[in-house]
């Protein structure tokens, strides 16, 4: 089996999420989502990896993915090659699990488990606790929400008064005082604030049986985050901020991480999530997959929740689950009772909706060829008497020598 082509598509309703589907000369396409400047993802995929990849076995996921990461590295991984990675991965699996005849995680272990507890991430400003009410009828006993973010725009979170510190835990409060402990709550910061105002954000929120406190700062230094842990009873939790398992081992070994949250669309697929959640796992720590995005992912998480011990929780935001999702792939998650249920079709477990492609707002692009994208040549010198050029004359050449280099007997000429 080859990789034929690859397509992208974005919607201009959806103004932040990209697809991209990987065809093969079976006839097999595989889906994958990533989010957040889309063109830019676009570009990525089409200039950067696909030469890479068509033409090959889209069922040599490890290899492909070390090969991804491999030619964008050396320029400092993450941004939107790492997106894009995550996307074609996601997409490279699904192909896998397809062509098998079974769901991804049959591929990545077996199922540990039948389905994953979920939360709700948001909460509305006005009738908060009909809200919440509403969650514990469908069986969802846990949520998120952030209650000091805006506060941190007066003093770009250097500094939090006593009165903002009240308004922000209210409503914490009066959803504790409606329905008691019905319910778990995690305060996300969005890395707004400094190491003093996060020790004093979460110790005021102790007495309401936090979940979890996550990203109160920014996540670029693991002993101050170490210093947060240290200083309250709340676990920490680390988040889709952080990229590839590199970026979440020193967290994890310091021990300032208790609860780790992966974006499957951004730190690298279901590969590089898989990775971390195992990583996580010996040190006995949960993973907890994070989603604020599109419907794509929660599939591919709910693979790795679904084949993995120490799967804790899966995010989803209600309101687009029982809106948007459902306009755009067949069939939508399968949430019921607070949990979401293990995907049984082959592969990722959706597709998109072949209406997708016929909006009128929608774009579209599709690389088919490995051998164009030149790349200038770097200039000849003489060195010692010798001439030396420093780079091949196309991309093509390029990958060549890559794939010559690494794994010559796995890949085709």
């Not at 200039?379 to 050029?389: A, Q, Y």
Request: proline share 6%.
């Amino acid at each position: 089996m080859k990789i034929t082509h690859i397509e992208t598509i974005r919607v201009d309703e959806i103004p932040q999420i990209i697809w991209v589907n990987i065809h093969t000369d079976k006839g097999i396409i595989g889906l994958g989502e990533t989010f957040y400047a889309p063109t830019v993802v676009e570009s990525a995929i089409h200039d950067h990896f696909g030469p890479l990849l068509i033409g090959r076995d889209p069922r040599k996921v490890e290899l492909h993915w070390n090969s991804m990461f491999t030619l964008s590295d050396h320029a400092g991984f993450g941004g939107a090659e790492m997106r894009a990675i995550s996307a074609l991965d996601m997409a490279l699996w699904d192909i896998k699990g397809q062509d098998a005849g079974v769901p991804i995680y049959e591929l990545l272990g077996g199922a540990v488990r039948e389905r994953i507890r979920v939360y709700a991430t948001g909460l509305p400003y006005s009738r908060f606790i009909e809200y919440v009410n509403k969650l514990l009828d469908k069986g969802i006993t846990a949520m998120k929400f952030g209650p000091t973010i805006p506060l941190a725009l007066a003093s770009d979170g250097q500094f939090l008064s006593p009165k903002d510190l009240d308004i922000a835990i209210q409503p914490i409060k009066e959803i504790r005082d409606a329905v008691g402990n019905k319910i778990q709550i995690a305060n996300d910061g969005h890395g707004k604030w400094t190491l003093p105002v996060a020790i004093r954000i979460a110790q005021a929120m102790e007495p309401y049986e936090i979940m979890w406190q996550e990203d109160l700062m920014p996540v670029h230094n693991p002993n101050a985050l170490k210093e947060l842990q240290n200083s309250t009873k709340t676990p920490i939790c680390i988040s889709e901020r952080l990229l590839s398992r590199w970026q979440f081992r020193e967290f994890i070994e310091n021990g300032s991480a208790r609860i780790v949250m992966p974006d499957l669309i951004w730190t690298g697929g279901i590969s590089e999530t898989k990775k971390i959640a195992i990583l996580a796992s010996s040190y006995q720590v949960p993973f907890a997959p994070h989603d604020a995005s599109g419907p794509v992912n929660i599939f591919a998480c709910a693979q790795i929740c679904i084949s993995s011990i120490n799967a804790m929780i899966q995010e989803f935001v209600p309101p687009y689950h029982e809106g948007w999702y459902g306009d755009f792939v067949d069939p939508n998650l399968d949430i019921i009772d607070g949990f979401l249920n293990a995907p049984q079709n082959p592969g990722i477990g959706t597709k998109l909706k072949k209406e997708v492609k016929e909006r009128k707002d929608v774009h579209l692009k599709i690389s088919s060829t490995s051998k164009e994208n030149p790349i200038d040549d770097w200039e000849t010198v003489d060195f010692l008497g010798k001439k030396s050029t420093f780079r091949s004359n196309s991309m093509e050449e390029e990958l060549k020598i890559l794939r010559k280099e690494r794994s010559p007997h796995l890949y085709d000429k």
